[in-house]
């Protein structure tokens, strides 16, 4: 069942989150009418048994608006640029009356995009901290039922949502700083991804595009994107997968491109023995034949 806790006027009600559903509680009787908004701390999220857990925590109150709901698209509040995010559903959480910046103007929550190696959560990543209003979306895996509800001491605004769908594990290679800058090779480091059968080699080249997890990066992961936006489409046939690449391709003359993760991320599937990658005008190389191709802009 879906929990959606509408932004309503802080002067009107305050809407909790109850095991039977919202309560709504006047607003005045629970906070002070000139508090200082809540400030955004820490955003977290953890796989539980049939489930993910988002997890949103703020210093002082809870925020009393707050917003849950799908979206075709994220729009970054303020300039209306649409944010990329990788999955295939989009959720965006809002709330209203809150901060996500001290006084000095400095981020208070951490990375404003973050990738989870989680079976529902792909990533979260920040769309606007703009006139007391904190939004962010989430791109998952599908769309599923999420319930919404607050926490206290501390205060936390927690969005489950369900994974009771099977998934298997897949590798993604990215590029091991290490190891390039002391031409130590292989330049690529895998890492195991949850993804959802039987599209196994569509799901490892989206988490591809979600990057490297914050804990990865630490240890020098990074996810090479020679420009790249997306991939519009990938097919598998005759032991050829062909991704076509969105985004203005290009390797920029280095020698390690989006191309060496790409190439190693499919090729772990026994149904791929080739990898021909496309540019965003759909034109590679050498697009007939056994071989791999890539498109002329990722040459050095």
Known sequence: MIAMLPIRPLIATA?????????AIPAQAA?????????LVGIRATHH????RLVFEFRGRVP??????????LIADGSGRQVNAVGD??????????????????????????TYALPGVIQVVST??????????????KTVPYRVYTLTRPSRVV??????????????YFLNTAAYNTGRRPYTTAVQRPVIPPATAYGALQRLFAGPTQTEKAQGLRFVSSKATGFSKLT????????????????????????????????????????????AAGTTQQPTGHSDSIPQSLEP
């Open 89 to 114: 559903a989009l959720l965006q959480i809002r709330f209203g009356r809150a901060d996500g910046h001290d006084r000095h103007g400095s981020v208070t929550y951490g990375p404003a995009r973050r």
């Open 159 to 172: 969005v489950d949502l369900v994974t009771r769908y099977r998934t298997v594990p897949a590798r993604d």
């Open 236 to 279: 598998v046939k005759h032991g050829i997968a062909r991704v076509y690449l969105t985004g203005r391709v290009t390797g920029g003359g280095s020698a390690f491109t989006i191309a060496d993760e790409i190439r190693p991320t499919l090729k772990q599937f026994p149904s791929i023995k080739w990898v021909k990658i496309y540019d």
């Open 15 to 23: 809407m909790v989150a109850t095991s039977t559903g919202l309560l």
């Open 64 to 73: 009393a608006q707050r917003d849950v709901r799908y979206v075709s698209q």
């Open 31 to 39: 906070t002070p009418q000139f508090a200082a908004p809540p400030t």
């Open 128 to 141: 606007g901290d703009f006139e007391s209003t904190l939004t962010f979306g989430a791109g998952l895996a």
């Open 49 to 52: 048994y049939g489930l993910d």
